[in-house]
């Protein structure tokens, strides 16, 4: 029998916690997959569906486990910096052919853009702890999260307006007037979460200027390259912005271009104003890193590195995302056409578009036609199928009736 041992009295150090809130966005898959209705439409969570409704392994990526599984011939460490190759053959995807060779840019691997955000947030913090972080509202709701976590001053500025669907271009340069040399702005690369409402060329522009002028430093959250317009035309405005400016951050996804969602695929890219200064902070992150996940998980690095080292394996991952980019347009087309009051969606990019209605409408159509989207009225559009799409718009377009 175990001895009894005599517990100390005094306060219990986990019954200090307080309860959390779930995650919006992860509670809404669950709450989804636990409806019984098979005509339920999950317009939830931003993962690309095929028109079967399936999140299906990208071909390329299947044949790029098959090599792995043939060829790797070990699992020893690879370093808190990650696989090098895969950084360097992302790097001139996001920043084009020839930033590749700009050695004022540095990047690690990461666990997805969620590890890139925070691994940049907590590098801000380090380097300047008065650092603020200027964020366009509404946002994807963890961004507040993982730049709070860090310990950086969040400042909410207007992005967009959901009664009225336009971007508060504007306002969002007027907010911007309170911001101090060395804050950062938080930008969209591309296919805007939760909006789907991208800057214009133009509006990247001017925004450039700004930001150039004002001594601000832009940390660019690119998650989404290739699901609005194609690789080139979404990163033109990130290139263009990190071309002009001498310091600059941008978190980068493989997870949606890749669709390697779960194995926790991405990049954290580092412009400094000199190769010296970009190599001490490579030298920071890979200290940052090792204090919270030491190193990357390798698998999904692996599989990019070998789909993009591969002739016909790049081309195929090529062919299969403009097939998703396309039949996302098409299903913004195909609501667009629908009502009037939807037109605005087809002007819009990526998986997300962000409805009108009030909190109340969005559980009540949950209730009533089982649609499962964010409680902001974000929705993923590609979760629509053919078979839906319609009665999804029928549903929506009555809500907004009411
Ligand atoms: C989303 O916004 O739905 C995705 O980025 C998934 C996530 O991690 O929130």
Same mark, same amino acid.
């Given at each position: 029998?175990?001895?009894?041992?005599?517990?100390?009295?005094?306060?219990?150090?986990?019954?200090?916690?307080?309860?959390?809130?779930?995650?919006?966005?992860?509670?809404?898959?669950?709450?989804?997959?636990?409806?019984?209705?098979?005509?339920?439409?999950?317009?939830?969570?931003?993962?690309?569906?095929?028109?079967?409704?399936?999140?299906?392994?990208?071909?390329?990526?299947? $044949?790029?486990? #098959? %090599? &792995?599984?043939?060829?790797?011939?070990?699992?020893?460490?690879?370093?808190? @910096? =990650? /696989?090098?190759?895969?950084?360097?053959?992302?790097?001139?995807?996001?920043?084009?052919?020839?930033?590749?060779?700009?050695?004022?840019?540095?990047?690690?691997?990461?666990?997805?853009?969620?590890?890139?955000?925070?691994?940049?947030?907590?590098?801000?913090?380090?380097?300047?702890?008065?650092?603020?972080?200027?964020?366009?509202?509404?946002?994807?709701?963890?961004?507040?999260?993982?730049?709070?976590?860090?310990?950086?001053?969040?400042?909410?500025?207007?992005?967009?307006?959901? $009664?009225?669907? #336009? %971007? &508060?271009?504007?306002?969002?340069?007027?907010?911007?007037?309170?911001?101090? @040399? =060395? /804050?950062?702005?938080?930008?969209?690369?591309?296919?805007?979460?939760?909006?789907?409402?991208?800057?214009?060329?133009?509006?990247?522009?001017?925004?450039?200027?700004?930001?150039?002028?004002?001594?601000?430093?832009?940390?660019?959250?690119?998650?989404?390259?290739?699901?609005?317009?194609?690789?080139?035309?979404?990163?033109?405005?990130?290139?263009?912005?990190?071309?002009?400016?001498?310091?600059?951050?941008?978190?980068?996804?493989?997870?949606?271009?890749?669709?390697?969602?779960?194995?926790?695929?991405?990049? &954290?890219?580092?412009?400094?104003?000199?190769?010296?200064?970009?190599?001490? @902070?490579?030298?920071?992150?890979?200290?940052?890193?090792?204090?919270?996940?030491?190193?990357?998980?390798?698998?999904?690095?692996?599989?990019?590195?070998?789909?993009?080292?591969?002739?016909?394996?790049?081309?195929?991952?090529?062919?299969?995302?403009?097939?998703?980019?396309?039949?996302?347009?098409?299903?913004?087309?195909?609501?667009?056409?629908?009502?009037?009051?939807?037109?605005?969606?087809?002007?819009?990019?990526?998986?997300?578009?962000?409805?009108?209605?009030?909190?109340?409408?969005?559980?009540?159509?949950?209730?009533?036609?089982?649609?499962?989207?964010?409680?902001?009225?974000?929705?993923?559009?590609?979760?629509?199928?053919?078979?839906?799409?319609?009665?999804?718009?029928?549903?929506?377009?009555?809500?907004?009736?009411?």
């Amino acid at each position: 029998m175990a001895d009894a041992f005599t517990l100390a009295d005094g306060p219990r150090l986990f019954d200090r916690l307080s309860l959390q809130p779930s995650d919006s966005l992860l509670q809404l898959i669950a709450l989804a997959n636990a409806d019984p209705r098979p005509d339920k439409i999950d317009v939830g969570v931003g993962v690309y569906r095929d028109p079967a409704g399936g999140t299906p392994i990208l071909r390329a990526v299947k $044949a790029a486990e #098959r %090599i &792995l599984l043939e060829t790797q011939r070990t699992k020893a460490y690879l370093g808190s @910096a =990650g /696989d090098a190759r895969f950084v360097e053959l992302v790097k001139p995807i996001v920043f084009g052919e020839r930033a590749a060779a700009d050695d004022r840019i540095v990047g690690v691997q990461t666990p997805g853009g969620c590890g890139a955000l925070r691994l940049g947030a907590d590098l801000i913090e380090k380097a300047d702890p008065d650092a603020r972080i200027f964020v366009g509202q509404p946002t994807w709701p963890n961004h507040g999260p993982l730049i709070e976590c860090a310990g950086v001053e969040m400042v909410k500025i207007p992005y967009y307006d959901t $009664a009225s669907r #336009r %971007i &508060l271009f504007d306002e969002m340069m007027d907010a911007l007037k309170d911001a101090r @040399a =060395g /804050d950062l702005i938080l930008l969209h690369g591309c296919c805007h979460n939760p909006t789907g409402a991208d800057l214009d060329l133009d509006q990247w522009k001017a925004l450039t200027e700004l930001v150039s002028a004002r001594g601000l430093v832009p940390f660019i959250d690119l998650a989404y390259q290739g699901l609005g317009n194609g690789l080139e035309i979404d990163a033109q405005g990130t290139r263009m912005m990190v071309e002009a400016v001498d310091q600059a951050l941008v978190a980068q996804s493989c997870d949606k271009n890749f669709g390697v969602y779960r194995e926790r695929t991405g990049s &954290l890219f580092i412009k400094a104003s000199s190769a010296e200064a970009a190599g001490t @902070a490579f030298g920071n992150l890979l200290q940052l890193s090792r204090t919270m996940w030491s190193m990357p998980p390798d698998h999904g690095a692996a599989i990019v590195r070998t789909v993009l080292d591969d002739p016909d394996l790049r081309a195929d991952w090529n062919a299969e995302l403009i097939e998703m980019c396309a039949r996302i347009r098409s299903l913004r087309a195909r609501l667009a056409a629908y009502d009037e009051r939807l037109r605005y969606i087809d002007g819009q990019n990526g998986m997300f578009s962000i409805l009108p209605l009030s909190t109340d409408a969005v559980l009540e159509l949950r209730e009533s036609h089982g649609i499962y989207m964010a409680d902001s009225g974000r929705f993923n559009i590609v979760g629509l199928s053919d078979e839906n799409a319609d009665l999804f718009a029928a549903a929506v377009v009555e809500k907004m009736n009411e």
